[in-house]
């Protein structure tokens, strides 16, 4: 079985979302977005898929480097591929982004998952077949009701916990919010939140990426007092020295790197040189399932754990296969968004979530997705 036809459907989309400058998700009146379902198709008519952003999956970029590597190989040979294609990323003028490796390879391991006749979770060597879920806010925002105090905060967490939720995690405020970064009114945050959730529950803070040293530190000792289980990317994380220092300084449990280029490598420094207390992976961070897998076996080694960044079923995969993993991201979240309604192109959301918090790996063969692929083609907007 060789690989025939790879090829990108663009299409539109009802969105109840938008970014502000900085790129931070808010809740926004109905608009329009665009995405693109990755589609690698065999012979035989198999194929896998991957939902995706259009700029990930340009005609260029699949031209140029994704095709020739796939065109004529054998499907399942999934970290051939893989390495196929990144050996090319060097000196392509950074045209090939991780955010490409990250949807061949989901297309690869679904198309994997359909030929198997089995769940991809299962291929990983699944460790358990459900996993408890943790509310991930949005940033905080200036809408009345939203985001905008602590006392927003606070009974959005309470409604959380009235959904299941059994560890939420806040994100503070970011630029371009007026005032942000304000570590002390995010310290706030985090305290309401405590106070409302009681002793016990689990929280933890993905607060503004560019705190300063003294700004991390502070936030670090205070939420040690309130006993939050961890802090992510509370500084630019180029600074690996930083991170050094702040493990060294706090009983706080840091997580990272989250969003630093490197992949799998970038990890494996990290953890030698004792600048973070957990590891971060997660597929779209990293390049996909594959060295997102091979994060956490890393991370096992060392007995850290190793928890997965974002939502989605490729992140799903990892998170139920991974022994170290303690939760699923489930956000993000808001008081004005229905993150339950499927989009339009899902006939449901990847990750169902129970009324006890968990979420659940689902039997169908691949990924488990539900897309509609009606929809897809009704609202495409690209026909070659």
Known sequence: MKIERVEAITFTHRTYTQRDSDGHNHPGPEGTGTSSLLRIICEDGSEGRAVCRPVDVREDVLERFVRPNLIGEDPLLIDRAWYAIYHWQRLSGGALSDRTLTAVDLALWDLLGKQAGQPVWKLLGAVRPKILAYGSTMCGDDMEGGLATPEDYARFAEWLMGRGYKAIKLHGWMTPMPGAPDVRLDY???????????????????????????????????????????????????????????????????????????????????????????????????????????????????????????????????????HNCTYYERGLLHPFTDYDAPADYQNRVDDEMDEDGYVHGREEPGLGQDINMDYIEANRVNHD
């Open 188 to 322: 706030k945050a985090c305290a309401a939140v405590r106070e409302v959730v009681g002793e016990g529950f689990p929280l933890m803070l993905d607060p503004h990426h560019f705190y300063s040293r003294s700004e991390t530190l502070w936030m670090a000792k205070k939420l040690e007092e309130l006993d939050f289980l961890w802090m992510e990317e509370p500084m630019e994380e180029a600074s690996m020295s930083s991170y050094k220092w702040l493990t060294a300084n706090t009983g706080l449990n840091i997580l990272g790197p989250e969003t630093m280029t490197g992949k799998h490598w970038t990890r494996g420094e990290w953890v030698k040189h004792d600048a973070c207390d957990m590891v971060r992976t997660g597929v779209w961070d990293v390049g996909g399932i594959s060295p997102a897998m091979k994060c956490a076996h890393m991370a096992e080694c060392f007995h850290m754990a190793c928890e997965v960044h974002g939502t989605g079923a490729g992140n799903l995969a990892v998170a139920l296969a991974s």
